[in-house]
């Protein structure tokens, strides 16, 4: 049954796989603190409920489902999402990341502040493998712990939390800034909005670990990235040009804060020895992936990215996959 109160955060979770994909991911919301303030919404293609399906969603204050092309209309999906919204707060989730019970409440009490966005603190949920913790450094790395509570430059892409209101404020372009959020954190703060931290939201997150997906998977995200900067901002071409050209200052930048985030987590002797291969492989690929969006915008990339991103399992080793079906078994250290 409904509340009569309304929501107090929603949750927007998007899979093309089916139910089953997100399973996991709603149990650990089933399990939040304050699972009957949140909304779930639900994106996805035609999807089969079952009795069992229905039981799991009980708890929450509301569901609702979206059926969406998300080959194609992903973005579309998110921004219809915002506008259906019934809570002050929107989070956006993973089907691959499980946030801890007090997620949501440390969510919804950092935005009683004048937060326009709040982070969460990512865990690696899949640590058994060094290929795992490498890609997690190269993608989350200034996210992972450990964190301070304090306003930050930017928050995690996933996983992270918004004032409704203010995403409501991009209008029609929305769901272009959706595209690669990271990008709208820079565009809220040059707003004169401010981001926030907040070491108690934890999520843990399942990294790609296999050695070639990763590279796969960090090229097309690149190519991503600057097809929506340049692209939805119609850049001209001598623009793009000029900006290519200053890709390789802006890598040797993200191959610094790598290093530096492995080495403040305190996993520099364990880590580097052994995953130095794999991180500059892999910020080689983002390099090339990111000239490539800059000349050919999206072409077919958000139909590759969303295999990583909606089927997981097939991308990490064998060795995570059988350490995860072991769900009572917490996170450990890298091994070397």
């Not at 907040?198 to 990294?207: G, S, T």
């Not at 892999?282 to 999206?298: D, E, N």
Request: contains cysteine; charged residues 20%; glycine residues 6%.
């Amino acid at each position: 049954m409904t509340s009569p109160l309304p929501p107090e955060m929603t949750v927007v979770l998007a899979t093309i796989p089916g139910y089953e994909s997100i399973r996991k991911t709603i149990r650990h919301l089933k399990n939040q603190t304050v699972r009957d303030r949140l909304e779930i919404i639900i994106i996805s293609p035609s999807m089969e409920m079952s009795a069992a399906t229905e039981s799991d969603l009980k708890d929450f204050h509301n569901v609702i489902f979206m059926e969406a092309d998300i080959d194609n209309e992903l973005y579309e999906a998110w921004e219809e999402a915002v506008h259906r919204a019934g809570a002050p707060v929107i989070a956006f989730g993973e089907n691959h990341a499980f946030p801890v019970p007090e997620w949501a409440d440390a969510l919804i009490e950092a935005h009683r502040g004048p937060w326009a966005g709040v982070g969460s603190v990512i865990i690696n949920a899949n640590p058994g493998t060094l290929n795992s913790w490498a890609q997690m450094y190269m993608t989350y790395g200034r996210w992972t712990e450990p964190i301070k509570a304090g306003e930050a430059e930017d928050i995690p892409g996933h996983n992270s939390s918004y004032k409704r209101s203010i995403l409501l404020e991009y209008g029609s372009q929305l769901k272009y800034m959706l595209i690669r959020t990271n990008a709208m954190n820079m565009d809220l703060r040059s707003r004169g909005h401010r981001l926030y931290m907040e070491p108690r939201a934890r999520v843990l997150h399942i990294n790609v670990s296999r050695t070639q997906s990763i590279l796969v998977d960090l090229f097309y995200n690149g190519q991503i990235y600057t097809a929506a900067v340049a692209f939805n901002k119609r850049w001209s071409l001598p623009r793009r040009v000029f900006n290519a050209c200053l890709e390789p200052l802006i890598m040797l930048k993200y191959f610094r804060g790598t290093l530096h985030n492995i080495r403040r987590s305190g996993n520099w002797n364990r880590l580097i020895p052994h995953t130095l291969p794999i991180i500059v492989s892999g910020l080689t690929a983002h390099f090339f992936g990111k000239l490539l969006g800059y000349f050919t915008g999206f072409s077919k990339v958000q139909v590759r990215i969303n295999n990583y991103e909606f089927d997981r399992f097939k991308y990490i080793t064998a060795q995570d996959i059988e350490e995860l079906s072991d769900s009572g078994k917490p996170p450990a250290g890298p091994e070397a």
